[in-house]
């Protein structure tokens, strides 16, 4: 490499590059290395005088195995150039970004950074370039050594060009980050153990607590239920902030798999209205919807969109005045959909703003200190929808409110086939006519035969006339309202047997289960969440009478007497295990229908235990549902992907019992 002026010798300019402590290497246009750092010796176990001097290519130095050069091509035969003039013609250098100042169609371009402008639209130099390992543009890339092993480096490549735009070669600098790794490696460890820790006790608090509540301990008085209730929101409050926790460090980590599928941005934004619709009222809030009729399918993952919404409409809840609005905007743009949410709370200035998305950042306000929260909310939902691609943004004013919206990307449109369920009679009781009308279509579209009746009293001469194999019930009606139809139909042995779905206003949903309804869903009607809790139902009519048997394998002793206090009220058969290799033996005795697994036990783990089952023609066959409270290893995804279903510690009930009926359909019909 040639340096003029006299501003410094070469001697002087060697010295400054080996005093840094990062490695740096230095290869002139040619691709021989002209200088080699003492650090970058350090760093891949070489030495200068034995590289200096020779083209030999960086993956080469790094111990790695280089791209083979045979999709090499030549930019002249390629495109059947016939310019002459042109210094690539004919010439058997497939570097033409580096050998002329032209371009393959033989316009000249005038300097090299001119005419990289031009490469980075052509596909023979991103083919060549990414080959011969010579990028035009500076790229940071991290790569793991063999030798040394377990050392990871940094390594950022950048061309270098004088002062007339002309290339003179690369420089690359070398910088150890294996500590850094490693430390991150830990503070995940540490997150995931600590986090695992608290999700133990919390799992047997929660579980507990609800078992509480719903008086299976006996009868409590008004006092003892309010002092069990804030015990509730506050565990539930501190399972939120371990989860904000678990998830930025996931999702820093890259440990979050999002499941990206095609969803219907209207029904997803529904489900989150149905979740705060009772926090909404009780703040007597206006909740104002503008969504327009038709709107393109999202691709999301569905899991995470609604976290990011429960987030944002949380907090225009959290800090919204009573007797305010707050509401939820969609609109198309481009080949996005804008979903924004807005609120009249108290606004935020142009500085906050700025740091609303950064991580552990909050507003400093009284009303900010009285909501609490971790200040993490936000900058996981920047990082979740950016993985899909979109953008987050905030417009507000102080004291006049403020609106968060993100952009997620339009799927292209696919028709699904329709399901066809013959002989399949549902009875919709409902007294607005376009309600019920509406619960028909949705039902008819899924292939299902519907009746309906438009009172209680209708409803119980026609469910004892026609013995339907599913009611969808509505509360609130003339002459006997919902519950009383509820309490007749399954205190009469001739209908008793039938499941019945309450759609209602009324969120009392302790009082329709109490009663023996099957599943308890609120209005406005929700398509997916019908649709999905009819499906479920019907199959499980279908199923014979015999109790389905679950086997429990954790070694918490708290967690297992509160899952099987509860999977018995759920109608099922429950066995115990409290290790792996009780977990085994219990298998191969009691045959369950599915196995309810914690992954880390003594003697032999969940991991052990799945591969034992999954190598046994008898205990294969048995669907599996993992429970665990740590992150899962994914550096046994093989593993993992022969459970059936995973959830995590603590959860709910309710969440849990679903996807074990949901789990024992598939089982059946697989």
Request: aromatic content about 6%.
């Amino acid at each position: 490499m040639k340096f003029e002026n006299g501003l410094l010798e070469r001697s002087e300019l060697h010295a400054i590059l080996s005093s840094i402590a990062d490695g740096v290497i230095v290869t002139d246009r040619t691709g021989r290395i002209v200088h080699l750092s003492s650090s970058a010796e350090a760093m891949l176990n070489t030495k200068s005088d034995e590289v200096v001097g020779k083209s030999i290519p960086i993956s080469i130095l790094l111990g790695r195995e280089r791209q083979t050069k045979k999709g090499l091509v030549f930019c002249w035969e390629e495109k059947g150039c016939k310019e002459k003039k042109c210094p690539v013609y004919a010439k058997e250098n497939p570097r033409c970004w580096i050998v002329g100042d032209t371009c393959p169609n033989g316009i000249k371009q005038g300097t090299f950074r001119d005419k990289v402008k031009k490469c980075r639209t052509c596909e023979i130099f991103a083919r060549n370039s990414r080959i011969l390992e010579e990028p035009l543009a500076t790229i940071i890339e991290e790569i793991a050594l063999n030798e040394p092993p377990n050392k990871i480096l940094q390594i950022k490549t950048s061309p270098v060009v004088d002062e007339l735009g002309n290339f003179l070669g690369f420089v690359r600098t070398l910088h150890d980050i294996t500590l850094e790794r490693q430390m991150s490696a830990m503070k995940d460890e540490f997150v995931s153990t600590v986090s695992h820790d608290f999700r133990i006790p919390l799992t047997s608090i929660k579980g507990y607590v609800d078992l509480l509540l719903d008086e299976e301990a006996g009868e409590l008085n008004d006092m003892q239920k309010d002092f069990l209730t804030i015990v509730k929101q506050n565990s539930e409050r501190l399972v939120n902030l371990i989860n904000d926790f678990l998830d930025i460090s996931r999702i820093e980590s890259g440990k979050i798999v999002f499941e990206i599928k095609t969803h219907d941005i209207k029904s997803i934004i529904q489900e989150v209205v149905s979740t705060f619709k009772g926090l909404i009222e009780e703040k007597s809030l206006r909740l104002e919807l503008k969504i327009p009729d038709r709107l393109p399918k999202v691709l999301v993952d569905h899991d995470r969109i609604i976290q990011v919404l429960n987030n944002l409409v949380s907090n225009a809840i959290k800090y919204t005045f009573p007797e305010k609005d707050i509401g939820i905007s969609v609109d198309r743009k481009g080949n996005y959909v804008v979903v924004s949410v807005f609120d009249n709370g108290v606004g935020i200035s142009p500085e906050d703003q700025k740091k609303l998305f950064t991580k552990f950042y909050r507003v400093d306000s009284s009303l900010t200190q009285e909501t609490g929260g971790s200040g993490l909310g936000l900058s996981i939902c920047k990082t979740i929808i950016e993985r899909h691609g979109g953008k987050t943004w905030v417009e507000s004013k102080e004291g006049e409110g403020s609106t968060f919206s993100f952009s997620i990307p339009i799927a292209k449109e696919i028709r699904e086939p329709e399901l066809i369920k013959q002989g399949i009679r549902i009875l919709v009781v409902d007294d607005e006519p376009d309600i019920s009308r509406l619960i028909q279509l949705y039902l008819e579209k899924e292939g299902y035969y519907v009746i309906r009746a438009f009172d209680g009293e209708e409803a119980l001469k026609m469910a004892k006339k026609e013995r339907p194999d599913l009611i969808t019930l509505d509360i609130m009606m003339g002459k006997i309202d919902g519950f009383e139809v509820l309490q007749k139909l399954k205190s009469d042995s001739n209908t008793a047997s039938i499941p019945v779905i309450v759609l209602s206003v009324i969120l009392d949903e302790k009082r329709g289960y109490s009663l023996g309804a099957a599943d308890y869903l609120p209005k406005s009607v929700n398509r997916e969440k019908l649709v999905e809790s009819v499906n479920r139902l019907i199959e499980r009519t279908s199923e014979p009478e015999k109790k389905k048997r679950v086997l429990i394998a954790d070694d918490d002793k708290d967690i297992v007497g509160f899952l099987e206090i509860n999977l018995k009220k759920a109608g099922l058969e429950v066995v115990k295990a409290y290790d792996g290799a009780e977990a085994i033996d219990m298998l191969k005795k009691e045959k369950p229908d599915l196995l309810l697994l914690d992954l880390r036990m003594p003697k032999m783990d969940g991991y052990e235990v799945i591969k034992v089952m999954k190598k046994n023609k008898k205990m294969c066959e048995i669907p599996i549902i993992i429970m665990t409270a740590y992150d899962f290893d994914h550096g046994k995804t093989e593993i993992l992907n022969l459970a059936t279903s995973k959830v995590s510690k603590p959860f709910s009930m309710r969440m849990l019992t679903s996807r074990i009926n949901e789990t024992l359909i598939q089982g059946k019909n697989g």
